[in-house]
């Protein structure tokens, strides 16, 4: 089932481009109706048809919006992702902030998907991160998701995760998870940087370890001298090229800041049509 975006949200991004109205869209009669294609210039993963539909829904509902293909689909570069119908105004002060949430989010999943495909056939399951942009936390995690990876926590609310500073700032690693467990019963994990670290986190019993910037040997490591007491993380440095070897180390997860924020929109491009006027 396709999420559905808050109202709230669609309205502020609306908001940012359309302000006191859209003056270049007056220049169009009020009664033009018109069509419109959206073609996708590469190769990529479909995500984002409700934040797209709700853009529109929101400017007029009498826009029609006829989808090719269904949310996940993989497609070829020139295809045609959907048909659009209704007032031309319409159509044009919605095209920029509907293509900026669908490029944006199928891009997200493109990545995902190509980092899950990376890991398969190992047990090791890959992460996002709170490396998201500023106001599309949970759409850009649903595109996550959408792409076959895994959400991490989705904010500070929702997980304990101990890094460096809460460490320094608490006075040890088996002090931080001590007060943690007092604090809440969320997930606690707690970041590592070398195997002594991960020794104290280990006698400390944190529910998950994040094993920092660690060599994919020490990775190896790590996990014999786990003995599959705790969930392990790696991260840093993770790339497509490295995230195999780092899977076949036996970590249970992968975190990957890339999924979320190293993103090249996909390049979409939407093409409106005249309609003829009624007599």
């Known amino acids: 089932m396709k999420p559905q975006p808050a109202l709230e949200d669609i309205t502020a991004y609306l908001a940012e481009d359309v302000g006191d109205g859209d003056l270049t869209a007056n220049i169009i009669p009020e009664t033009v109706q018109a069509s419109a294609r959206v073609v996708t210039r590469e190769n990529m993963l479909l995500c984002g048809q409700a934040w797209f539909d709700a853009v ?3 400017l007029n509902q009498h826009v029609v919006i006829e989808w090719a293909y269904q949310e996940g689909d993989e497609i070829a570069a020139g295809s045609v992702l959907c048909q659009l119908h209704g007032p031309a105004r319409t159509l044009l002060t919605g095209e920029r902030t509907a293509l900026n949430l669908l490029q944006t989010l199928s891009a997200t999943a493109t990545v995902a998907r190509r980092y899950a495909q990376a890991v398969a056939g190992t047990h090791c399951k890959v992460l996002d991160t709170r490396k998201t942009i500023p106001g599309l936390r949970l759409a850009q995690k649903y595109a996550v998701r959408c792409g ?3 959400n991490h926590r989705i904010g500070l609310f929702d997980a304990i995760l101990i890094k460096e500073n809460h460490i320094i700032a608490a006075g040890s690693i088996s002090a931080a998870i001590a007060k943690a ?8 994990e707690i970041e590592v940087e070398s195997l002594a670290e991960l020794q104290e986190a280990l006698a400390a019993q944190p529910d998950r370890i994040m094993l920092d910037n660690f060599t994919t040997d020490d990775l190896r490591r790590a996990v ?3 003995h599959g007491k705790v969930e392990l993380e790696a991260s840093g440095n993770v790339s497509l090229d490295t995230i195999r070897g780092i899977a076949e180390t036996g970590v249970d997860y992968i975190s990957i800041g890339a999924l979320t924020k190293n993103l090249n929109a996909i390049d979409l491009s939407m093409r409106i049509e005249l309609l003829p006027i009624r007599q």
């Not at 467990?181 to 606690?188: I, N, T």
């Open 56 to 58: 529109f829904r929101h």
């Open 148 to 150: 076959g990876c895994v």
């Open 181 to 188: 467990r007092e604090l809440s019963d969320v997930l606690v």
């Open 224 to 226: 014999a001298l786990n």
